[in-house]
């Protein structure tokens, strides 16, 4: 079973093996030690609650937990050990991985989240400067569909695209990405399922002109162009391909939304970027934490009050 964090941290510079970092995450109900490497979590990972006994403790790599992961409720008395294992998963007929079926029922807990994945950050995840044409290709045959709004209910003609888009000179700049993290009650461990991406274009070889917003697209329904775009790097033997790359999560990305009642994003509240990404690593600890809570009261999670 996939189990993964997703780290809203920037890392300045375009080399992706390079920088790695302590950090320290404290709110009034815990204290959090982490540690990433070019922006995606790998290292150890210690969680303590407010009166000084360790929750949870194990070791990242990646964006993913590898390993053995121990957890403890609030007395200090040891609850869980999770290890957790590789995939062994088999490649359907197009190449990619098929999601395991999941009934509502197994749900036990979900959030929706947006991001933003910036290619100053991700050069890998950029790295086919043809991918907007490849796309754009299978939006004129009519076996790709793309969309004003991010519910998937109202697509854009092929004659719109063609009259904005259609002279050839745009590349992809970012990704806005919508996805759902959810705990998996048969497995007691989280997964993340990526919804929809909107594409930030900008011309080729342009340094002047702006970039601009393309459309929505249903993410699982480009699972299988994804798998066709190869990637190729001495350090990643296991990611071969432009699917595998958002499957294992090798991005960095910064939140700029939750689900919440008002849908205002981040920027609506935050008064500076430094306080939009506060917030956004808040949303990501809560995120971890609520699972490691879960790990140790189940649905009582529910019902328990931790003095933290």
Known sequence: MRNFLFIALLICGNSI??????????????????????????????????????KAEGNFKDNMRVGKWLAWDSTGKSQVEHVFKEDSLKKNEDGYWNYTYLKAGEVALEKRVWRNAYKESN??????????????DQIQKGTLVVFKDEEFESPYSKEDIKNNFGDGKYEIASYKIKEDWFLDKKTNASEIRILGLYLILTPKNSETEENMGFAWLYFPQLRKTF?????TDKHLPNITNLDQLFWYRYFTSQIYKEMNPYDRSIASYAKTPGEALLEAERIEMDMIDTEHSYW???DKIFFHWEPK
């Open 123 to 136: 050069p890998l995840l950029f790295s086919n400067a043809g991918l907007f044409d490849t796309l754009y």
């Open 296 to 298: 140790i009261y189940g």
């Open 227 to 231: 798998a066709s775009q190869k990637v």
């Open 17 to 54: 093996f390079a920088q790695s970092k302590k950090h320290l995450y404290q709110d009034k109900y815990s204290k959090v030690e982490y540690h990433t490497k070019n922006g995606m979590m790998d290292g150890k990972y210690v969680s303590h609650y407010k009166n000084g006994h360790k």
